[in-house]
Structure formats: C-alpha cells, structure tokens
C-alpha cells in the first residue's frame, strides 16, 4: 500500500500560536485524509482532499493537497486548548482493496494556555 | 452517521488468555475493518470484515491470532488469541461513511492491557 510519512512527531504551542502537520509521499497520492484523536478517544473525520492543490477551510483549519499530490498540510490558525489531540493524514486504498485506509505516524499536539 | 459500539470498552488479561471484542454497528455496512494501535503508535490495519466471507488479512496478521467473525451486515468480532503483552493495544473497528464509502467512522475503540 500507498505509505506517507508525517512530520513533526510532536509539537508543542502556547495558545494562540499557529500549527502545521505535515504529510509526505514517494508516490503519487488519489485522495489524502485528515483524522483527529482527542487524548482517549477515536479517530473522527476532518477532511479528505482528492484533487491537485486543493485547499480546503474548517474554520480555523486549513487543509492543502500539493500540485504533485505527494504531500498535504494541516495548518491551524491561533490554537486553542480544544486542539489537542493527535492529528492523522491517512490515505484510502483504491481497486480491489478499495476503502482500506493507510494511516500516517501522526502529530501529537499539546497547547500551553 | 454510523453509531458505532464496542465491547468491552477496556480489559485487563493475563497472558496466555483470548479475548473476543465485539463491534455492533447501528446500519447495514457491508465492509467492517479492524485496526490495532499500540501505545503511542498511529493505526495498523489488521483485516477486513466481509460478511458471508473470510476475513482478509494484511501482511503481519493471521487468523489463528485474530480470528474474525463477521455473522451479519451490522456485526462483528475480533478476538485476539494467547495474548502476551506486546498485544496491550487499542483495538478499533470502523465501517465506511457516505454513498461513496470513501472515508471512514471509527467505534470508541477497546483498551487491552496484557499482564
């Protein structure tokens, strides 16, 4: 399957400072997906980018997909202690392993109020 | 959405011990997958749930450690066999979302600490 590298492993902000998770392939990319897990909890959707320098805004949130579809960012603007959590990009399977998903190493981020 | 359930929502077992977990879906799903992620660590795909078919597994998981049940479109168990510790993880279960089933809603997960 598909791998992509995440970047950085942790980061730590104080609140109101901006975050950045990074997400590298070698290869091409179909789609890429974003997943936050809150401290104890599951893997809920954020987003999913499927086209060439997609940019997409959740609010505080700003998802891209690069021209190459080999990377993809998760920027959030002004942090607030409600951020925290793991943040995942994740790639889906296509053909007759269609809907598995690849997941990233993550970004563990913790904000300092 | 999907409202997804998991039991048990945390154990602790011994070693040598199997544990099934059981993931109940609110809807008809017809792919049900099954994830481990171990402390710290992001999520592993262990296999694919069909129903009316054997499991599919990735690369590094067999059926004789997790044998998977899939006995109909909303139901699911997973049990992980002769448990030692390196198997304390987090075990989630999720099933597509959407008509396109292009990305994915995952259960509360169960916590299994191996002693």
């Known amino acids: 399957g598909q791998q992509v590298m995440q970047i950085p492993q942790y980061q730590h902000v104080q609140e109101g400072e901006d975050f950045t998770t990074y997400c590298n392939s070698s290869t091409t990319l179909s789609n890429i997906q974003w997943y936050k897990q809150r401290p104890g909890g599951h893997p809920v959707f954020l987003i999913q980018l499927v086209k060439s320098g997609e940019v997409k805004k959740q609010k505080r949130l700003t998802f891209q997909f690069g021209e190459a579809k080999k990377n993809s960012s998760l920027h959030i603007t002004a942090t607030q202690t409600t951020d925290v959590g793991t943040y995942f990009c994740a790639v889906r399977a296509g053909g007759t392993s269609y809907g598995k998903l690849t997941f990233g190493q993550g970004t563990i981020l913790t904000v300092h109020p | 959405s999907a409202v997804i359930s998991q039991k048990p929502s945390r154990d602790i077992c011994q070693r040598g011990t199997s544990l099934t977990i059981q993931c109940q879906v609110d809807?008809?799903?017809?792919?049900m997958f099954w994830y481990r992620q171990q402390p710290g660590q992001s999520l592993t795909l262990i296999a694919t749930a069909n129903q009316g078919s054997e499991a599919t597994y990735e690369s590094g998981f067999v059926i004789d450690k997790f044998p998977i049940s899939r006995p109909n479109l909303t139901f699911s168990t997973l049990t992980v066999s002769n448990m030692s510790p390196e198997d304390s993880s987090i075990y989630l279960c999720s099933v597509p979302r959407g008509q396109r089933a292009e990305t994915q809603y995952f259960g509360p997960g169960t916590r299994l600490l191996v002693l």
């Open positions: 809807s008809q799903v017809t792919m």
